[in-house]
């Protein structure tokens, strides 16, 4: 399956962004879904990810209240909303498809990567 991330760029602290995740190649109800991110120096961390049929949703504690993970099987997307964006948010994110999990291991496809750039 393929991924192609968008939506990131450039947002002052306080504010939102919300990320989109189209997919190709197979059929998109068969994975979980996922986001990760990656900020410079710093290992890939998982942020959110959504089961096969989006009724079952799960985050980080560092986004957890701000951050909402959604599918639209349809459409084949996943999106991504961020509000109260921080600084600390800054980081590439990646969108990824595979099993329902919170380790990069439980993900067989990934995107390109968008980048996302929280000022204060």
């Known amino acids: 399956v393929q991924l192609q991330a968008s939506g990131g760029g450039l947002v002052q602290a306080g504010g939102s962004l919300r990320l989109s995740c189209a997919t190709s190649g197979r059929t998109f109800s068969n994975y979980g879904m996922a986001w990760f991110r990656q900020a410079p120096g710093k290992e890939r961390e998982f942020v959110a990810g959504?089961?096969?049929?989006?009724?079952?949703?799960f985050y980080a504690d560092s986004v957890k209240g701000r951050f909402t993970i959604s599918r639209d099987n349809a459409k084949n997307t996943v999106y991504l909303q961020m509000n109260s964006l921080k600084p600390e948010d800054t980081a590439v994110y990646y969108c990824?498809?595979?099993?329902?999990?919170?380790?990069?291991?439980?993900?067989?496809?990934w995107g390109q990567g968008t980048l996302v750039t929280v000022s204060s």
């Open positions: 990824a498809a595979g099993n329902s999990g919170r380790v990069k291991y439980d993900y067989d496809y």
């Open positions: 959504i089961d096969r049929s989006g009724g079952w949703t």
